[in-house]
Nanobody, 124 residues
Framework: QVQLVESGGGLVQTGGSLRLSCAASGRTSSIVTMGWFRQAPGNEREFLLAIGWKTGDISYASSASGRFSISRDNAKNTVYLQMNKLQPEDTAVYFC?????????????????WGQGTQVTVSS
């Protein structure tokens, strides 16, 4: 089992930045991909970016291109989501997820473990 805990969410003004963290614990050696998703009220969970846990290779959705970036610190078992130039439409609950068997998937069903989510609210 892998446990994931997100942190770093909060309230930010339009144009601001936030960095979310996701700390993994448990059987982290089984992780091949870490991903970030978000879900706004009434919407489906949306893929943003994924990073190979060992390779560092990155895959991203077009909606995340240019403003969002992902990184990892294997020594700390932590993955980060840097978000810049935030807009009100970025308001959502942000989730990190870990996949044990799938590389760089954009599909939520491919991920085996999920954090509890952290709220990001962007005020206009």
């Amino acid at each position: 089992q892998v446990q994931l805990v997100e942190s770093g969410g909060g309230l930010v003004q339009t144009g601001g930045s936030l960095r979310l963290s996701c700390a993994a614990s448990g059987r982290t050696s089984s992780i091949v991909t870490m991903g970030w998703f978000r879900q706004a009220p009434g919407n489906e969970r949306e893929f943003l970016l994924a990073i190979g846990w060992k390779t560092g290779d990155i895959s991203y959705a077009s909606s995340a291109s240019g403003r969002f970036s992902i990184s990892r610190d294997n020594a700390k078992n932590t993955v980060y989501l840097q978000m810049n130039k935030l807009q009100p439409e970025d308001t959502a609950v942000y989730f990190c997820a870990a996949a044990a068997a799938t590389y760089y998937s954009h599909t939520a069903q491919s991920y085996d473990y999920w954090g509890q989510g952290t709220q990001v609210t962007v005020s206009s």
